[in-house]
């Protein structure tokens, strides 16, 4: 890996790593769902199963254990790693995800997705920080891609 913007923690000692921003969780479904015509509590919404963005190696993410805690046993219909299989996945199903805002509202244009108003989530964040191979960051043109997109962040 050379360069990778992620929410998720990417660790070792060659990987260095800059947050760039935070962005509030967003819990989200198909447009037309049955959950947005209810209450969107833990009861409703345990009946659903989710959609997961795990990254390769990580089976239960942090917020997903602390929702298994408040709302019981999650069952994870479906992982990936990636975010535009998660939003279509969702898209055509009773699935439902979880990501931030800003990327809620960039595959929101591409599918009818609609955001949950769960409230345990209330202001939870998450960092989106740009992971990178220290020696990678050690070669001129791909230090002035990483100093551009922290720049372009801090904008």
């Known amino acids: 890996m050379d360069l990778l913007i992620d929410t998720h923690l990417h660790s070792g000692q060659a990987i260095s790593h800059h947050v760039l921003y935070q962005d509030r969780v967003q819990m989200y479904c198909r447009a037309g769902h049955p959950a947005l015509d209810g209450p969107q509590d833990e009861t409703t919404l345990a009946e659903y199963e989710f959609a997961l963005l795990l990254p ?10 602390r929702l298994q805690e408040e709302m019981g046993e999650r069952r994870c219909g479906f992982s990936t790693f990636n975010l535009m299989t998660q939003a279509a996945m969702i898209a055509g199903s009773d699935m439902l995800g979880l990501t931030t805002e800003r990327l809620f509202a960039m595959v929101s244009r ?33 230090k002035e891609i990483i100093e551009t997109v922290i720049r372009s962040f801090k904008a």
């Open 56 to 65: 390769e190696g990580q089976r239960y993410p942090t917020l997903h254990r």
């Open 110 to 142: 591409l599918w009818p997705l609609q955001t949950l108003d769960f409230p345990s989530l209330g202001e939870e964040q998450i960092d989106v920080a740009l992971h990178f191979n220290k020696l990678s960051g050690k070669e001129p043109l791909l």
